[in-house]
Nanobody, 118 residues
Framework: QLMESGGGLVSAGDSLKLSCAAS????????MGWYRQAPGKERELVAR???????NYAESAKGRFTISRDNAKQTLDLQMNNLKPEDTAVYFC??????????????WGQGTQVTASS
């Protein structure tokens, strides 16, 4: 189970930090990430981080957002700086999981709203 927190309403240029806590059996998680979905648009990747700390970002997030993960606590953060109105969306935490040679699956959080007003 994934639980997000930290969303809210801010002004353009402000910062927000999103957090995600994984609970239950987390032994099969090998990567975690953040996606977002704006009204009328498809869900898109924002940032993703592997267990070894390697991260990748969407072009729109590079230089402004930082993803971090605590493997011991199974928590995931997304520090978002210089927010823009186009960052307004519901942000979802996702865990990529695989146990042994089983097929991979994805676990999603319920989402948290981020609104950056101009």
């Amino acid at each position: 189970q994934l639980m997000e927190s930290g969303g809210g309403l801010v002004s353009a240029g402000d910062s927000l930090k999103l957090s995600c806590a994984a609970s239950g059996d987390t032994s099969c998680i090998f990567a975690m990430g953040w996606y977002r979905q704006a009204p009328g648009k498809e869900r898109e990747l924002v940032a993703r981080i592997n267990s070894d700390g390697r991260a990748n970002y969407a072009e729109s997030a590079k230089g402004r957002f930082t993803i971090s993960r605590d493997n011991a606590k199974q928590t995931l953060d997304l520090q978002m700086n210089n927010l823009k109105p186009e960052d307004t969306a519901v942000y979802f935490c996702v865990a990529d999981e695989q146990c042994g040679t089983d097929a991979q699956w994805h676990t999603w959080g319920q989402g948290t709203q981020v609104t950056a007003s101009s």
